[in-house]
């Protein structure tokens, strides 16, 4: 589904990814490890655009993204999910989701199936998103992503900073996405989540993929995790 | 004539000038809150607007009301266009970054004045109000003409805020706001919005100027005190605000009508560089703006 190859990609004269080998397939999770600084957020911005590539191909369902800019990747199927979420904090909730929803001329199944993944949004559709508590937030960050109705989905440790029961749900709408098929990336630093979620998981250090695992052959204590996340 | 007849002329001459600086400063607001330039500029598209006000109503023959509406129309409709053109060559290649377009802006604001003194002289010139009419109240007579500029400028800024709060166009406009990388991540062109920002900013300058020509005349030196003027009222109302820059606008406006009626012209300008000042001290975000 998802074909990194070969990527260089850094800010400015920053290299910071140096030849990063990955992919992602449809209907499985792949977490993506590595200690804070590996790259791993920026490994996501460039697959979204969002940072200059030097070198490699990024390819989406065999078509090569590299000369779309940025605006036109969602369109090929591709939604990310932001670290700390960024959300559009002044606009209300819904107005999130309409922006989630703009290439696809915000249809109406689409946001009534994300307001049942997430039925605490419904409550606060007219709230600005700016108020609403952390978890809710990383919600409508994952709902207005999934409103352009994604074959990739890209998650950067959406469950920074929340509490096991907010984790638990969105645990189950990524398995959900999973069942549907799509391709989930997800960055993880907690190795009992990774290990309930992942199907793969790949190690990242030194801007690169050192390792790329599957998941049932990863335990507690496992080597990779105490060599790249040092726990 | 009683204080009390005196105090209402003084506050509908306030009313037209804050109308006309509602105009300006929140062209200026908006292509500040969603690029984050800093469109020094912008008092020449307010002036250009006036000029090309001027050179429309030469042309076109027949009566004032014609000619008046064709410039209301054409002027702001070129200067968005030269807007969109100086975005393309010039703020786009600089990336938008906020200090290099403060220095792009100043030279724009030459060219353009150097433009204006080149073509059109250093003259001015007045263009024929686009109708007669005058309003007797029982102690004064007042322009008919002034009150339609009241008017007008409260139906396009009540136009702009529509467009922010009620359209995709400006909902696209806000998102891009807040997070211009994550609005493309979600399909918007932004070079597009800036485009389109810069274009709606300056036309709007400029229709403030179309508006006030039939009032002071169009000059190549005209766009100064606008842009002073807006740059005060989007400071006191709140960098970016929109709601803000319609109070301080409207607070400048009426409190220049009465101090220049009851006191002096220079006092009301010391007291609105003194509010600038105090904001600026104790509320650094502006009124209705947000801490960042
Ligand atoms: N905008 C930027 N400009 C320059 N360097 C940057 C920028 N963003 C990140 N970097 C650098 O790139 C490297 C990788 O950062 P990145 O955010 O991709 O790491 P990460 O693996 O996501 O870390 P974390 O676990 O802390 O989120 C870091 O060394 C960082 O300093
Ligand atoms: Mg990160």
Redesign the pocket.
């Given at each position: 589904m998802l074909e990194v190859r070969a990527l260089t990609a850094g800010?400015?004269p920053?290299t910071?990814l140096r030849g990063v080998d990955f992919d992602a397939r449809a209907g499985e999770v792949t977490c993506l490890m590595?200690?804070?600084?590996?790259?791993?957020?920026?490994?996501l911005k460039a697959i979204m655009g969002l940072v200059e590539t030097a070198e490699g191909t990024i390819r989406l369902s065999g078509i090569d993204l590299h000369d779309l800019p940025a605006h036109r990747r969602p369109g090929h199927g591709l939604a990310w999910v932001p670290?700390g979420r960024r959300l559009f904090g002044p606009l209300t909730v819904a107005e999130n989701l309409e922006v989630g929803g703009l290439l696809h001329g915000h249809r109406r199944e689409v946001r009534e199936h994300v307001l049942t993944l997430f039925p605490r949004l419904r409550e606060r559709l007219a709230q600005p998103a700016a108020t609403l508590s952390g978890g809710e937030q990383q919600m409508l960050a994952i709902g207005r992503a999934l409103c352009l109705e994604p074959k990739v989905l890209l998650l950067d440790?959406p469950t920074e900073g929340l509490q096991p029961s907010m984790i638990a749900l969105i645990r189950d709408a990524v398995l959900r996405l999973k069942a549907e098929g799509v391709a989930v990336v997800l960055?993880e630093?907690r190795v009992d989540a990774v290990l309930k979620m992942a199907d793969r998981v790949a190690f990242?250090a030194h801007g690169r993929v050192e390792e790329m695992v599957e998941a049932r052959k990863l335990e507690h204590g496992a080597r990779q995790f105490l060599d790249y996340v040092g726990v | 004539m009683a204080f009390g007849p005196f105090l209402l002329l003084a506050l509908m001459e306030g009313l037209v000038t804050a109308a006309v600086l509602a105009l300006a400063a929140s062209g200026l607001a908006l292509v500040f809150g969603v690029m984050r330039v800093v469109n020094v500029a912008h008092g020449e598209f307010f002036m250009l607007g006036a000029v090309i006000a001027w050179f429309v109503a030469s042309l076109i023959p027949g009566p004032a009301w014609m000619a008046f509406a064709a410039a209301l129309v054409v002027a702001p409709l070129a200067v968005a266009a030269l807007a969109a053109l100086a975005d393309a060559l010039v703020l786009k290649r600089l990336n938008y970054d906020p200090e290099a377009t403060i220095v792009a802006t100043i030279g724009l604001l030459y060219m353009l004045q150097q433009a204006a003194l080149t073509v059109y002289g250093p003259d001015a010139r007045p263009v024929a109000a686009p109708f007669d009419l005058r309003l007797q109240l029982p102690w004064f007579g007042y322009s008919g003409y002034k009150l339609f500029v009241i008017a007008a400028a409260a139906v396009v800024l009540a136009g702009i805020w529509a467009l922010m709060t009620h359209t995709r166009a400006g909902l696209v406009m806000r998102a891009t706001q807040v997070d211009r990388d994550v609005a493309r991540a979600f399909g918007i062109d932004v070079d597009r919005v800036y485009m389109g920002t810069f274009a709606l900013g300056a036309g709007l300058a400029a229709l403030a100027g179309v508006l006030i020509v039939p009032i002071t005349q169009a000059h190549y030196l005209m766009g100064g005190d606008p842009l002073l003027l807006s740059f005060i009222v989007v400071i006191i109302g709140g960098l970016g605000s929109l709601r803000g820059t319609l109070v301080a606008a409207l607070v400048i406006g009426l409190s220049d009508g009465v101090i220049s009626m009851f006191f002096s012209p220079t006092l009301a300008k010391i007291l609105a560089t003194l509010l600038v000042a105090l904001v600026l001290v104790f509320r650094p975000q502006g009124l209705f703006g947000t801490r960042t």
């Open positions: 800010y400015g920053v910071v590595g200690r804070n600084g590996a790259g791993k957020t920026t490994l670290q440790e960055v630093q990242m | -």
